[in-house]
């Protein structure tokens, strides 16, 4: 690489790049050759799981078993040190080093070049390569196993055969991944350039949302959808609010679906996005089957006359605790929920079905319960209880019967969380956290998330929570909440309430 030339492009077969150290085609199709890659001391610490190496792993035995005679890889940045004569890796170290582990677990008596160099001692790598190194092995070792039948009483050179065969499995998934798989690469002699680059692949400088990374996902997912379906389904995604599409997934849906599990959710991140994945067109175990059935009768039904002639309402084909579909109908699971959050949020009297002109709500907007980490976190709380309870019991057009049982819904979510902020001095995520899973030192600390999922029905649900929700003693308030002037209205709220704790004592929760 001389100094005019300050940038190459390439394409660089992983075989060739691991094992021969080469790049085919640069440029104008000239070969490089003595390719010797290096983790340069500035890059984080190898972070893939095996979670992470297994999932690759499983996308390349999908595009092999899909025939594909390329299958891209990712980008490949790398800073071209012309004294040293090395490559340093910019971007695209986690995959190239998952690579290199795979590579050395199929070919097994083969050398690395690449793993033999000496990286920064962190405890990150050393778990990663190890436990990944393992994964690929086990992998490995379960693909020479397979049996292509479940005949038991097989002679021994039926059992040879069958390893014969199961080998040449292993080593055409070797083959395919040496000679098919392919990285983009780009090559700078210029270091700022480099990094330059590496911020433009991310989003212009920005940093990919989750979401992002889901929405490429399961556009490849919808392959066999025409050019103009599929516009229009990017469109839609695009003419969102991109910021309060992360929320959505990262603040929301994420946090509610972990919840209802009974597990702790702190971040949504490109290592735990799999749980928005869902269910292939592939996928075809009995559990696939049913989930991608009930999708496809709800969307039979609402395609056809049915609805028009019986005068039911569509059929919704989305609930929160059930698997996505992938590819489109993750695109239409997105805006459902959108949608249906929006009309949560907004309170306007004459916009929406669910919300409307609640007076505990019209208290909680105003800019002080707006403010704060602790404020914004308890409406989170509220917000995703009105969120569940309407995905599992108000159809799209809800009778008044429906929205009388929701507003009593709506007080004693209010209650539940709220007795949360009532007890907290300074409230974060953590504190939260504990008091859904269930803390027993807190009031009112239970899953209320899992109590709507598992209530038969709206009624149900009511006579439980009556029955588990407690009033809140004034012993029990943290020092910053105030009891005195607790009837006081806002003088220029148009009657509103300022008080949260004021619709406590008028629901009977509050006590001296």
């Not at 340093?88 to 690449?114: C, H, K, M, P, Y």
């Not at 405890?123 to 990944?132: F, G, H, K, L, S």
């Not at 516009?231 to 849906?253: C, I, P, T």
């Amino acid at each position: 690489m001389n100094e005019k030339q300050a940038l190459q492009l390439g394409i660089a077969k992983v075989g060739e790049l691991l094992l021969q150290g080469e790049i085919s085609r640069v440029n104008d199709d000239h070969p490089l050759k003595d390719i010797k890659l290096v983790i340069p001391n500035y890059q984080r610490p190898y972070k893939w799981t095996a979670k992470n190496a297994i999932q690759l792993l499983d996308d390349i035995i999908e595009a092999k078993n899909d025939n594909k005679e390329v299958y891209r890889v990712g980008t490949l940045i790398l800073h071209y040190d012309k004294e040293k004569n090395i490559y340093n890796i910019v971007d695209g170290q986690q995959r190239v080093t998952t690579f290199s582990l795979l590579l050395l677990a199929l070919l097994e008596e083969q050398r690395i070049e690449f793993l033999d160099q000496q990286v920064s001692d962190n405890p990150y790598t050393r778990v990663n390569v190890a436990n990944n190194y393992r994964a690929f092995v086990r992998r490995r070792d379960a693909i020479a196993d397979a049996h292509t039948n479940g005949d038991v009483s097989k002679t021994k050179e039926n059992d040879q055969e069958e390893k014969i065969r199961n080998d040449r499995n292993v080593k055409d998934l070797r083959v395919f991944i040496e000679k098919q798989c392919e990285l983009i690469v780009v090559i700078t002699n210029d270091i700022s350039e480099a990094f330059q680059f590496f911020d433009s692949q991310n989003a212009r400088g920005k940093k990919l949302y989750p979401h992002d990374l889901l929405k490429a996902y399961h556009l490849r997912e919808m392959n066999d959808i025409g050019v103009e379906e599929t516009e229009k389904v990017v469109k839609r995604w695009e003419d969102v609010n991109q910021n309060k599409l992360a929320d959505l997934f990262g603040e929301y849906l994420f946090r509610v679906r972990e919840w209802l599990r009974g597990n702790y959710a702190w971040e949504l991140n490109e290592h735990n996005i799999d749980k928005f994945k869902g269910i292939s067109k592939r996928d075809n175990s009995p559990y696939a089957q049913f989930f991608k059935g009930a999708f496809a009768y709800a969307d039979m039904v609402n395609r056809s006359a049915m609805p028009f002639v019986s005068g039911m309402h569509d059929m919704n084909p989305f609930q929160l605790d059930a698997p996505i579909v992938a590819g489109k109908p993750f695109f239409d699971y997105t805006s459902h929920y959108f949608e249906i959050l929006k009309d949560i949020q907004n309170n306007d009297k004459y916009v929406g079905y669910f919300v409307n002109g609640n007076e505990i709500v019209m208290t909680l907007d105003l800019p002080k319960y707006r403010n704060g980490v602790g404020n914004r976190i308890t409406r989170k709380l509220f917000d995703l209880a009105a969120l569940l309870y309407v995905d599992r019991f108000c159809p799209a057009k809800p009778t008044q019967n429906d929205l009388d049982l929701f507003e009593q819904f709506l007080v004693l979510a209010f209650i539940w969380a709220y007795s949360l902020r009532a007890q907290y001095y300074s409230l974060g995520w953590t504190s939260a956290q504990k008091y859904i899973m269930g803390n027993p030192d807190v009031i009112n600390s239970f899953n209320l998330y899992k109590s709507i999922s598992e209530a038969p029905s709206p009624t149900v649900l009511l006579s439980e929570l009556a029955d588990k929700i407690k009033p809140l003693s004034s012993g029990r308030l943290a020092s910053n909440a105030k009891v005195d002037n607790i009837d006081e209205m806002e003088k220029d709220g148009g009657g509103v309430y300022s008080y949260y704790l004021h619709y406590f004592k008028k629901h009977n929760f509050y006590t001296l």
